[in-house]
């Protein structure tokens, strides 16, 4: 198997794969409710907001752009500043091999380090590899939203799913996040 290179992303050099990956998997199925894919300008603008404050990550095989994985805000209220929501999309050609373990794998700890102490994911149901990947990840199931989205004529669900990233101490007021890490 490839060896898999794993590295911040360049929304001026990725943004254009990282478009066609979200449009592949995202858009044309239900892992995303979105359902206009964003062209390379607007993924590029997602990306330079994103990376202000969170990891943004490619995964390479062979040269080309497997997959990737970020972090963002979970939501907006201030006390949720130490969460944040994680998202990871793989190429088609690039399921099953170990590119979302590669990419979580190196997110959640820069998360960890940056002083975030929880991940949050949402998933649209039934998504079985999703959901094994997010449970080898420590995340957990903590609900559903039933029939929440419209995509595709159809209403789906959600599961949501939560992983401790670090342990928080009672009575101990945490550490602000830092920005992410260059490299």
Known sequence: MPIVLI???DPHADAGPIATIYAETGIATLASLEERAPGIHEMADRMRAIRERFPWLVAERDGAIAGYAYA???RWRSAY???VDTTVYVSPAHHRRGVGRALYGALMPRLA???FYTACAGITLPNPASVGLHEAFHFRLVGVYESVG???GGWHSVGWYQARLRTSEPG???SEPRPPAAG
């Open 7 to 9: 590295r911040p992303a």
């Open 72 to 74: 963002s805000d979970h």
């Open 81 to 83: 500043r130490w969460a």
């Open 113 to 115: 380090a940056q002083g």
């Open 150 to 152: 419209y995509k595709h």
């Open 172 to 174: 101990v007021t945490p």
